[in-house]
């Protein structure tokens, strides 16, 4: 009897611990953590789906959520997390698409590859046209008493390139988008700033780094950088009213904040991979009194997304939108996204002080988005 009690026991303790196993995931999902983490990045997850009698009868609860819960448990995390690491460590592979993987384990996306090399330029005339468009456009606005400025940010590859992975150093460097622009900006008289020639110029001085190692944009402490350049540009045209930013403090840090390790945090890696050592710079706003902010629209990449979310942009830009690829109107209000197709986008572009052009270096083959070309159509019809 007392052989069959232990027997029964033992089943019993080894069924706890079989159940415990299995529901182990399950209680990590219910109390949010685990030894893996969510996944990072751009991660389009199956939805948690709604059960109702409906969707239970038609059989289409049953496979939803047995997909939302196989993407929502530590173990599959942890298999994503363990693979990656695998490739990464000992292949030397990323796996996110179009990432690239550099010397010293630097960080670069294809996109600004193809900049870097010139495999996206559109030719000499496009480009040309591009600029005398822009140039029209700007006289037309400044005759309104708005001004456009074009900034033409730098990029990871070309100012990192010395990390390229060795299958990279012998391919031929060719004519850039980025060439040509700034040769006809200034050809035509088109007010510019140059950071790409900037940022490489200072890139052996620079108190701190301008790029981070794991990112694709520029440094937070870059960004900043550049901000204030924009505004002490702008703050030199005669009609233009913005604050002046005075440096506060500067905090150095090797956990990375923000935009700085953008790519890794897509790697979805088991361990961090060693990082520079970043800045993370505070300002105070200096405005002059009785003076009223300059209104200023900006339409660019992802490049002025970290400028946008900091602290600063709502205030030096007076409560200007931010126009997305030309596409998606920032700030977003309640409700449906807001598009540059639904509104009446020259009455909404005559209500500002100045408007900004932005772009990296893996865009300047379609420079402005789409502005140029609409623009240029609705105040030079049939031209």
């Known amino acids: 009897m007392k052989k069959i009690d232990h027997t029964l026991r033992t089943k019993r303790m080894l069924l706890g611990a079989i159940l415990l196993f299995m529901s182990f995931p399950f209680v990590l999902q219910r109390l949010d953590f685990g030894p893996f ?16 009698a409906k969707s239970w009868m038609d059989g289409d609860y049953q496979p939803s959520k047995e997909l939302w819960l196989k993407e929502n448990n530590a173990y599959y995390t942890g298999y994503i997390r363990i693979k990656n690491q695998i490739d990464f460590s000992y292949h030397k592979i990323a796996n996110v698409r179009g990432v690239i993987v550099g010397k010293e384990d630097f960080l670069f996306e294809e996109g600004y ?3 870097y090399y010139g495999d996206d330029f559109i030719g000499e005339k496009a480009n040309a046209t591009r600029v005398e468009k822009l140039r029209k456009i700007e006289d037309t606005l400044q005759s309104m008493g708005i001004e456009l400025i074009s900034v033409l940010a730098p990029g990871k590859a070309s100012f990192y390139d010395e990390y390229f992975p060795d299958e990279y150093k012998d391919k031929e460097q060719k004519t850039t988008n980025y060439e040509v622009l700034l040769r006809e900006m200034r050809k035509n008289n088109v007010q510019y700033l140059d950071f790409k020639s900037w940022f490489l110029a200072e890139k052996e001085t620079a108190k701190y780094p301008l790029f981070p190692k794991t990112g694709i944009h520029w440094s937070v402490y870059g ?9 002490k540009y702008m703050g030199s045209l005669p009609h233009l009213h913005v604050p002046e930013m005075v440096l506060k403090d500067v905090h150095i840090s090797t ?5 700085d ?42 490049y002025y997304f970290g400028i946008y979310m900091s602290e600063y942009s709502e205030q030096v830009f007076g409560n200007g939108e931010f126009w997305y ?13 807001k598009m540059v197709e639904d509104i009446d986008m020259i009455k909404a572009l005559e209500g500002y002080d100045a408007v900004i052009l932005l772009s990296t270096d893996a865009n300047m083959h379609s420079f402005g988005f789409g502005f140029i070309e609409e623009v240029y159509s609705q105040y030079f019809p049939g031209k």
């Open 37 to 52: 983490g969510q996944l990072g990045g751009y991660f389009m997850g199956a939805p948690d789906p709604d059960f109702t």
């Open 113 to 115: 590859m193809k900049g």
């Open 223 to 231: 960004e900043l950088m550049a901000l204030d350049s924009i505004l």
């Open 255 to 259: 956990k990375m904040q923000k935009t």
């Open 261 to 302: 390790q953008d790519i890794e945090d897509g790697m979805n890696l088991l361990t961090n991979i060693p990082d520079l050592e970043m800045a993370y710079p505070t300002y105070d706003l200096k405005f002059k009194e009785g003076e009223k902010t300059s209104k200023t629209l900006v339409v660019a990449d992802s």
């Open 325 to 337: 690829y030309f596409k998606q109107i920032h700030p977003i209000p309640e409700g449906p996204n």
